[in-house]
């Protein structure tokens, strides 16, 4: 039997058909089929994100949320670290102290501040360090009476203060100026709270409270005393000038003066 070989049979177009689907050539003619797009597409998807893109933004945000998270470099120790005792004697204003001191290595200025002003204040309310330098501030307030239903001790919690400190270029006189026009740079060192003691109940605080005092009004009365004379003193183009020649040119100026007048 004579096979026909111009006539094809329905299914094997179908069959054709169905196996050139992945393969179909594209419109422009050129002959490139569209496995080569699909691959193109596939490699493209493989391929790391670019830098600069929103990756990068991301972890630099991660990195500023680490940054926040990291503990505060302190620049001063304080003496007592986180609180400030007051003997509790109502009706009368008490003293606090405490100890300051600068242990960073460059100036550093400290500033008090109080949730309760009208009743507290400082001694001094701030100053500037220099680099291992130390100084015991006094805290005064004045001790309201117990209302109807209070117990005396427990307005130990009401009043607090805080110390601030801000990294300053070197010696300079202490202005509150400086934490309002360097925000960005002040550190909340501590918050201290008010913890009032029994005067008349000896006890480790209270004799340190005491001591510390001492120390305070001590070094505010050597502030006071005259610097003293260390010999003669430097005046003008390095001209000594002694105690004698002065009293001797007081002397002969008043005698000039009664001349003249006489």
Not at 194 to 215: G, H, I, S, T
Request: hydrophobic share 30%; aromatic share 8%.
């Amino acid at each position: 039997m004579a096979i026909e070989t111009g006539q094809k049979s329905p299914s094997d177009g179908k069959v054709w058909g169905f196996f050139k689907l992945p393969f179909r050539q594209t419109g422009n003619g050129n002959g490139t089929t569209s496995s080569s797009s699909s691959a193109s597409h596939l490699q493209s998807q493989s391929q790391p994100p670019v830098e600069g893109s929103n990756h990068h933004g991301s972890a630099n945000s991660v990195s500023s949320v680490a940054k926040s998270l990291l503990p505060t470099r302190r620049r001063l120790k304080l003496d007592p670290a986180n609180k400030l005792y007051f003997p509790y004697e109502p009706g009368k204003q008490t003293r606090s102290a405490v100890r300051i001191k600068n242990t960073s290595k460059s100036y550093t200025a400290f500033k008090f501040q109080t949730t309760a002003p009208k009743s507290c204040f400082m001694r001094p309310p701030g100053a500037i360090l220099a680099p291992g330098e130390s100084i015991i501030a006094t805290v005064f307030k004045f001790v309201e009476q117990p209302e109807n239903n209070e117990k005396p001790m427990e307005q130990k919690s009401r009043v607090k203060f805080k110390i601030m400190s801000l990294k300053v270029k070197g010696p300079m006189d202490y202005v509150p100026e400086l934490f309002d026009e360097q925000k960005d740079q002040v550190t909340i060192e501590q918050i201290l709270r008010v913890v009032f003691l029994d005067p008349k109940r000896p006890c480790p605080a209270l004799e340190k409270l005491k001591r510390q005092l001492a120390d305070a009004d001590a070094a505010v009365e050597a502030r006071k005393k005259p610097p003293e004379d260390a010999g003669p003193r430097l005046i003008g183009e390095g001209l000594v000038i002694d105690e004698w020649k002065e009293r001797r040119e007081r002397y002969l100026a008043r005698q000039q003066v009664e001349v003249d007048s006489a």
